[in-house]
């Protein structure tokens, strides 16, 4: 017996189709839910096909479908959520605080694209020392390949990656191996290909725009089911699937002016869970606004969010490694920008934006807000793939400047995220990838991509050179995704077991020292000189020194042990701290 359930409020007559062998459409009725359908089908269970129509029209998969295996376009069908045997009824989840995020795309992790092929690659996160997985979304969209930032089946799991019991048998093997996992989810726009919502009802409103066209409808009218429908979605990747935590993919284009908004909604109802399941919960948002409130607590009037992404923490490291300083890099680049987004967190403040023509953001009340709530990195998928051909640092960067960048990484006082691959200077690149099946549509993001970088000329290629139209992978290409996935013979080569190891290093120390885990942001110091390019971070008794000039520098240090250097030349005797160009150490003072 199941019973299927639809909100369809415009609909004159609904009807579900399931089969094969089981029936033809049966009616369905209204359940006294204002808009809400509902009909019971004896034969019907789990792996039953079925489809909706309205009104004549159909079949359509369900909005709230947790399977897909034919794809966006295809039937439904039914997943019993209770059939899967979980081992990890002891699992407690892990707290945002003190942990390491490891940010992985599924498609591209392993050569297979698979979340039982990415199962076996488990060990080396293990012993990297990463806590936590962070997944690119992972709900079903077009195509075999892609993003994922453009699902259309927000309940569904994409059935090329494993579908549902896939990512059941990967979250249940990441905690048996004591791996948080958090799963990148996308409320602010759905993509065009397979999206079937606004047949059924006002999921989306013109009264707000976005970059993707109308907006997820989270204040007008009808809105009330809209939002249990995402707040829904949420908890069901919370509950169903074990996950630990959520990353809310741009919340700046979630538009929302009722009283109460819809992220403040969604922490409320999180915590809810949480209490009931006994278990760490966490959701990280992705934000351009450089505003705390989203990570202020509800009772001091914000958002009561657990973390969000520091987008001026990458820039401003990016910009010092690189010297790139074009588009939203402008700002950035100085040796006091560093210190700022070091100790401070944001750059941008409310103070002046060139690359807005604006001022920008909001001051982070130091004495209250912990530094673990901001995330911070040196790479992600977006800064990575939405470069014109999605080239790494590894592609620009010598190792001894990967090196430094990792290491004010790993010592800052924010939540570090590593991209998969970064950690042993993959050299594949991570280029922007889609698989749309309509020739139209496919032809456009093509044409479209091109033409948005013959427009720039920043981040085109690496090095920083201007970039021309046919340097630019065609998203489309299958190429373009396969040279995106990552090789797992590198780590064993030299050159990149060397900043493996490193990486390694650094992780262990962040494990072992309290200082680099210590939250308070009045209790860290950034010393520069901006001429000779070095910096110098304490973190209680611990010295960070980064010389990211040419020249050899010498700083007094009252220190007596050398913990970590990147380079064999670098000295400590007598108090001082000699160190080459390019070049960092960790020290330990007495």
């Known amino acids: 017996m199941t019973k299927f359930e639809v909100w369809a ?4 007559r609904v009807e579900v189709e399931v089969g094969p062998g089981v029936g033809a459409r049966q009616e369905m009725r209204p359940t006294g839910r204002p808009g809400w359908w509902a009909a019971e089908v004896p034969a019907a269970g789990h792996g039953t096909d079925y489809g909706f129509y309205l009104d004549g029209d159909g079949p359509l998969p369900d909005p709230r479908s947790r399977w897909q295996p034919d794809g966006v376009h295809g039937r439904s069908r039914v997943y019993d959520q209770d059939r899967f045997e979980w081992t990890d009824r002891h699992w ?11 940010e992985l795309h599924l498609g591209t992790f392993t050569p297979e694209g698979t979340f039982d092929a990415a199962i076996e690659r488990l060990g080396h996160l293990v012993e990297l020392g990463v806590d936590t997985v962070e997944l690119m979304p992972v709900a079903a969209f077009p195509g075999r390949h892609g993003w994922g930032y453009d699902g259309v089946h927000l309940w569904a799991v994409h059935d090329p990656y494993g579908g549902p019991d896939g990512l059941k048998r990967f979250v249940d093997a990441c905690h048996g191996r004591g791996l ?10 759905l993509g065009p290909s397979g999206n079937y919502l606004s047949r059924y009802g006002p999921y989306f409103t013109e009264a707000h725009q976005t970059p993707w066209g109308a907006a997820v409808n989270f204040d007008q009218p009808g809105s009330d089911e809209v939002r249990a429908f995402v707040i829904g979605n949420a908890l069901m990747w919370l509950r169903d699937h074990h996950l630990d935590g959520l990353r809310l993919d741009a919340v700046h284009a979630i538009n ?3 009283a109460v908004h819809v992220l403040e909604e969604l922490a409320t109802e999180v915590g809810a869970l949480k209490a009931r399941l006994g278990r760490e919960l966490f959701l990280i948002a992705e934000s351009d606004l450089n505003d705390p409130r989203l990570v202020t607590s509800r009772e001091a009037g914000g958002f009561g969010l657990d973390g969000q992404w520091s987008d001026d923490f990458h820039h401003a490291l990016h910009s010092a490694l690189t010297g790139e300083r074009h ?12 210190a700022k987004v070091l100790t401070r967190v944001f750059f941008h403040d409310d103070t002046w934006s060139s690359f807005r023509g604006r001022r920008h953001g909001r001051p982070v009340d130091l004495l209250r807000t912990p530094a673990y709530r901001f995330v911070g990195f040196l790479q992600n998928h977006d800064q990575i793939g939405n470069r014109a051909v999605g080239d790494r640092l590894s592609a620009s960067l ?7 960048g990792a290491a004010l990484l790993l010592t800052s006082p ?3 995220m590593l991209f998969m691959g970064e950690e042993w200077g993959a050299a594949t690149p991570w280029c922007y990838f889609t698989d749309h099946l309509e020739p139209e549509l496919a032809r456009a993001v093509t044409e479209g991509r091109r033409r948005e970088f013959a427009r720039h000329d920043w981040g085109a290629v690496p090095g920083g050179e201007a970039s021309r139209a046919d340097e630019v992978p065609d998203p489309q290409a299958v190429d373009t995704f396969r040279r995106s996935v990552l090789d797992w013979t590198e780590p064993d080569k030299p050159h990149h077991r060397e900043l493996l190891e490193w990486y390694k290093a650094l992780i262990a120390l962040r494990r072992a020292r309290a200082e680099l885990t210590d939250p308070r942001l009045t209790k860290v110091q950034v010393d520069v000189d901006e001429a000779a390019g070095w910096l110098l971070l304490t973190r209680g008794t611990l010295r960070v020194a980064a010389n990211l000039g040419r020249e050899t520098v010498r700083l007094a240090v009252p220190a007596d042990r050398l913990l970590l250097a990147s380079a064999p030349a670098v000295r400590l005797e007598g108090g001082e701290l000699e160190l080459p160009g390019s070049s960092v150490a960790v020290v330990d003072t007495p």
Not at 9 to 12: D, G, K, S, T, W
Not at 329 to 338: E, K, Q
Not at 398 to 404: E, F, H, S
């Open 327 to 338: 588009g939203y890099y402008g700002d950035f680049g100085s040796m006091a920008a560093l």
């Open 92 to 102: 407690r989840g892990r707290p945002l605080a003190g942990g390491v995020l490891y």
């Open 9 to 12: 409020p415009e609909a004159e």
């Open 398 to 404: 010598a190792p001894d400047r990967l090196k430094i």
């Open 180 to 189: 948080a996992v958090v799963l990148d989810v996308v409320y602010n726009h």
């Open 256 to 258: 929302d002016h009722r």
């Open 414 to 416: 924010y939540s570090p």
